[in-house]
């Protein structure tokens, strides 16, 4: 299916689609094993770590065999870190990242004794500080440094590393911070890194920002701070979405190896949507035709709830019929598929919207496609769905989350039931019992 997005066997989905039902997310555990392998190759022997980040997809049987891959997890919440260690991570293979922990969080972080704890404010140390005070052993910590690079994303909501956005600590308040924290016996800095957005498809702002790094471990080594044991050049590698070619492992390897024999500290990295991204797609299966004002539709049973990327990011999803050669039969006679429908009212040619059941007019998983044999019945195939699906799904209009499959060779398994309604009402009640009086 697809243009080397995805190569799982036609047959295989409609099979799990008639097994499992639509919309459901199903993931090709062979295509995260391959991913893994090349990053590892082209890392080759640079002294490295390969944190997978959870919220890329933080399904219990993605995270387990990322896990037995050999990988730490970068986690950006209480959430997360549960997940990580239900899939087997032990806590010193965690990092938690994150612009806004809480004190809870924190406090669970370490319970749990995770391995790094990535600060992004003065505030976040200070609490930080307070809870961590009198422990056995110093808390390892990192700081999250805003290098102010500007790296294209497709769009400026994955974009994180330029000064003014919320992400990570300005550049000239790091020696300050950094000071703070070798001034506490309970914490100790372990790390500086950054993460500067997501689907980078250049190596050059990787360079520009290992070299912000190497430059500042240089400068906090002169104000006599040396506990560093690791640099964190975070994630973002692209992928292809279509035709496009992502970014080469080799490229990035070559960005920001110099950082690591300059400071001569090991590399951590946080990659997810490279590991996952095109690891998954979405079956949906079409529900109607109509068209409207010159507009041919295709309504789907999946929606923005269970794919949010095109909404909110104009996100390129290609998506193609599973079996076309069913429906284009249909399509030729009736292309609305409606009993009553004229055979003339639209060709199979015809671009079609590709629309959700959500009542939002934003509601799209793709615009202006041709899909020979989207009759209604058919099964659709949404690619590159592995990375950020399921994650941002929701229960939009009290419609219940998508399941989730996992292929492994001929083989595949359910590794998320499809929610019912009482999921969707779980925890809620008709009973107030006011606490206040
Ligand atoms: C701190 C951090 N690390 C790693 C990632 C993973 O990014 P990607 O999936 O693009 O590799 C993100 C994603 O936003 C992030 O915020």
């Known amino acids: 299916v697809g243009q080397g997005l995805l190569s799982l066997p036609p047959a295989l989905l409609a099979r799990i689609a008639a097994a499992v039902g639509t919309p459901t997310y199903v993931y090709d555990a062979e295509h995260i094993r391959r991913q893994f392998r090349r990053l590892q190759a082209a890392l080759g022997t640079l002294p490295h770590r390969i944190h997978y980040s959870v919220k890329a997809n933080g399904n219990l049987a993605v995270l387990s065999l990322v896990h037995h891959l050999g990988a730490g997890a970068d986690i950006v919440s209480g959430g997360e870190l549960a997940r990580a260690l239900r899939a087997g991570f032990s806590p010193g293979e965690i990092v938690f990242s994150g612009v806004g922990k809480s004190e809870r969080e924190l406090v669970a972080a370490l319970e749990a004794g995770v391995g790094l704890i990535n600060m992004e404010s003065a505030g976040e140390l200070a609490l930080l500080h307070r809870l961590a005070r009198g422990r056995a052993a110093p808390v390892a910590v990192g700081i999250r440094v805003n290098p102010d690079v500007a790296a294209e994303t497709p769009h400026p909501y994955t974009q994180t590393g330029r000064s003014g956005m919320k992400f990570g600590v300005p550049m000239d308040q790091v020696v300050t911070l950094a000071r703070a924290v070798a001034a506490e016996r309970d914490v100790v800095l372990r790390s500086v890194g950054m993460h500067i957005g997501s689907q980078i498809a250049e190596p050059g702002p990787y360079a520009a920002g290992a070299a912000r790094l190497a430059d500042l471990v240089a400068e906090l080594r002169a104000a006599g701070i040396a506990t560093l044991t690791s640099v964190d050049v975070g994630g973002g590698l692209a992928v292809p979405y279509g035709s496009e070619p992502g970014l080469e492992p080799g490229a990035f390897v070559a960005a920001v190896a110099p950082l690591a024999h300059q400071t001569g500290l090991p590399l951590l990295m946080e990659p997810g949507r490279f590991l996952v991204g095109n690891a998954g797609c979405l079956l949906t299966r079409v529900l109607y035709r109509k068209r409207s004002g010159g507009r041919a539709f295709v309504i789907t049973d999946a929606g923005m709830n269970d794919l ?61 496609r041709h899909l020979a044999g989207a009759v209604p019945g058919a099964l659709l195939a949404v690619l590159s769905a592995g990375a950020y699906g399921f994650g941002m799904s929701s229960q939009y209009n009290s419609r219940p989350r998508a399941a989730e499959v996992l292929v492994d060779g ?27 009086g």
């Open 308 to 368: 949010l990327r095109p909404s909110l990011y104009q996100a390129y999803h290609e998506i193609t019929v599973v079996d076309p050669t069913a429906g284009q039969a249909a399509e030729a006679a009736d292309p609305e598929g409606n009993p009553a429908a004229s055979a003339t009212s639209a060709s199979p040619a015809t671009l079609v919207d590709v629309v959700g059941p959500n009542c939002e007019s934003g509601d799209f998983l793709g615009l202006d």
């Open 410 to 436: 001929e083989r595949f398994a359910p590794v998320r039931r499809r929610e019912g309604v009482e999921d969707l009402m779980r925890g809620e009640t008709t009973t107030l019992e006011w606490e206040n």
